[in-house]
């Protein structure tokens, strides 16, 4: 199973006044769900009013000195704001997406693992618990392949710009 999302990674652009962000320039990201899709939007500092209406998760960063790779900065809040917006999600880019923020989200040890279900139609579920609330939820697990699970996270690394 190929999982594809099109998702715009960072821009560079305010999406506000269309000025380019320059290295060491403030801004403010915005993730929205339109239309079934995430679609983020960054802003320069200066003309950021808050999160636009729709969105999901949103954060501050400045634009790196340079281009050259380095080590993704995890924001585990965003994390957990994407893994709660997705808990009713039904359609299989979606699922999958939940299932690696929530294994992703067991690595930070925000959610420890308890248990992994079979429900009454054969699907199996990873049962999970918040490190911090100790609240219980339940995570669809799509049945995915290590090479699938890489892809799905370098999907949600792009959307969240820590790629």
């Not at 959610?111 to 699907?123: I, M, P, Q, R």
């Not at 918040?130 to 995570?139: H, L, P």
């Amino acid at each position: 199973m190929a999982t594809e999302f099109d998702i715009q990674g960072p821009t560079r652009i305010c999406a506000a006044t269309g000025r380019e962000l320059k290295p060491g320039d403030r801004f403010f990201a915005a993730l929205a769900d339109q239309a079934g899709k995430f679609v983020r939007a960054d802003y320069a500092a200066e003309v950021w009013k808050g999160p636009p209406d729709g969105t999901v998760a949103f954060w501050a960063g400045r634009v790196p000195a340079s281009d050259k790779p380095r080590k993704p900065t995890f924001n585990d809040e965003l994390l957990v704001d994407c893994f709660h917006h997705l808990a009713t999600a039904t359609e299989p880019d979606r699922v999958n997406f939940r299932f690696v923020v929530a294994l992703l989200l067991m690595r930070r040890k925000r959610l420890k693992f308890e248990d992994v279900k079979k429900t009454d139609s054969g699907a199996h579920v990873l049962v999970v618990r918040d490190a911090r609330g100790g609240t219980r939820y339940e995570v669809a697990d799509p049945r995915l392949t290590e090479p699938e699970i890489e892809t799905v996270q370098a999907e949600v690394f792009k959307v969240l710009g820590w790629q």
